[in-house]
C-alpha cells in the first residue's frame, strides 16, 4: 500500500476514485487499482484539487494555477490569476467555475471560467476574518447543485471553531 510521509498541503482524490495527489513541494499521483505511484510533480508547494469527472490536477502557486494530467504528471496549461497568491480553490461540481481566495492582502475571492480563466465574479471576505478549516471540512465549497458558493470563516482569533459563513448565489 502507500507508505510514504509527506507535509501535506495538497491531498484529494479524482471523481472516479482511482487516482489520489498528495504532496507538499512534491506532488505525488497514485494509482489506487495497482497501489502505485504513477508520476511526481516537483516545486509545486500550494493547494490543489482535480477538476470534477477529469484526471486534471489544479494546483495554485503563487499568482497562477497550473493545471497538470494527473496519470502523467504533464503540465498542460495554467492560469495567471493576477496579484494573488491563492490560498484556497475549489471547482464547481459540474467544473465549469473555479473559486480562489486570496485570504490575507486581498481579501477577496474570484470566481473564474476554468476553461478560459475569465473572473466571472470577485467576492469581498469579511474584514477582520479568518478563513480556517473547520472540523477538517474546506472553508470554500459549492453548493452540490453549482447554484452557491460558500464561505466559512471565523471573526474570532482565538477560537477557530467560532465560526460564519457567508453564501452567496452564482449565476453564470
Not at 480553490?89 to 492582502?105: D, V
Request: hydrophobic share 40%.
Amino acid at each position: 500500500m502507500f507508505n510514504s510521509e509527506v507535509f501535506l498541503t495538497l491531498f484529494d482524490v479524482n471523481s472516479t476514485g482511482n487516482l489520489v495527489a498528495a504532496g507538499d513541494e512534491t506532488v505525488r499521483i497514485w494509482d489506487m487499482l495497482t497501489q502505485k505511484e504513477v508520476c511526481q510533480i516537483h516545486d509545486v508547494r500550494g493547494y490543489g484539487q482535480f477538476v470534477p469527472n477529469q484526471d486534471v490536477l489544479a494546483i495554485s502557486l503563487y499568482q497562477k494555477i497550473i493545471f497538470f494530467d494527473a496519470p502523467s504528471c504533464t503540465k498542460l496549461r495554467e492560469i495567471i490569476v493576477g496579484d494573488i497568491s491563492p490560498g484556497y480553490l475549489r471547482f464547481s461540481p459540474n467544473g465549469e467555475l473555479l473559486a480562489i481566495a486570496e485570504p490575507t492582502i486581498q481579501k477577496s475571492i474570484l470566481v473564474m471560467e476554468t476553461a478560459t480563466g475569465k473572473t466571472v465574479f470577485q467576492l469581498p471576505i469579511p474584514e477582520s476574518s479568518t478563513i480556517t478549516r473547520f472540523g477538517g471540512s474546506d472553508s470554500l465549497t459549492f453548493s452540490p447543485d453549482g447554484r452557491y458558493l460558500l464561505l466559512a470563516f471565523s471573526t474570532n482569533g482565538n477560537d477557530k471553531f467560532a465560526g460564519k459563513v457567508r453564501l452567496w448565489q452564482i449565476q453564470k
